[in-house]
């Protein structure tokens, strides 16, 4: 195997821890699934975390307090459906201001520091507009496209764009596919997820979220 096969096969496979990483991501700020619950009870989350965040060079220190935090989840109590539930309507759903809106316009929107904005103001639009752009369309369904999971999901499929693209030989499309995510993550990810990553850290009450807002903090600070 020559030099530019073996990058091109390094790229590919980091793209795709990536894209592995994104997609576990989204799916757990996606309201909470029995499928979700039976995976934190299982323990069958840390190992494909563990293999995708080592690849894509996460911080030992912070993946250790992840995988620690997965661990507990794996109790009966942490890994029921009703009580993720609860936990995510406190977190992102409401009823009432939820400790961390999931909205990219509630908060780059505010018409004052530190006041939240509204749901589909101008940051919904431009999150809508870089989806296009790159020939995607918003999920269906009531929830604006500036939603954390939905923007999660997007950043997921740019990586595995790009590691299709490295894997087929096509370089110049691989690199664009990168730009695109790195653009997406400057312009809009990274101003505004790590805030409420954070946030979610210091306030979940349950495993299961703690390890996300870990993650998410982990793979941005990359991505940055």
Not at 34 to 63: C, I, N, S, W, Y
Request: aromatic fraction near 6%.
């Amino acid at each position: 195997m020559n030099h530019e096969a073996s990058a091109a096969g390094e790229a590919a496979l980091r793209a795709t821890a990536i894209a592995d990483l994104y997609a576990a991501l989204s799916a757990c700020f996606s309201p909470p699934s029995e499928a979700m619950a039976q995976a934190a009870r299982r323990g069958a989350l840390a190992k494909p975390l563990q293999a995708a965040a080592t690849a894509v060079g996460m911080d030992r220190e912070r993946l250790a307090v992840t995988l620690a935090a997965l661990h507990d989840a794996r109790s009966a109590e942490d890994g029921d459906l009703g009580n993720l539930r609860v936990e995510y309507a406190r977190l992102f759903a409401g009823p009432g201001m939820p400790v961390a809106p999931p909205y990219e316009s509630v908060h780059l929107d505010g018409e004052e520091a530190g006041r939240p904005g509204p749901l589909w103001g101008p940051a919904t639009y431009a999150v809508r507009d870089a989806y296009e752009a790159a020939g995607l369309t918003p999920r269906p369904g009531p929830e604006p496209p500036d939603q954390l999971a939905a923007e999660l999901e997007f950043a997921a499929n740019l990586a595995l764009a790009e590691s299709d693209a490295w894997d087929a030989g096509r370089a110049e499309d691989a690199g664009m596919a990168g730009e695109r995510r790195s653009a997406f993550v400057r312009e809009h990810l990274g101003r505004w997820a790590p805030g409420l990553a954070a946030r979610v850290i210091a306030e979940a009450r349950q495993p299961l979220y703690r390890a996300a807002g870990a993650l998410l903090e982990g793979i941005l600070d990359l991505e940055r």
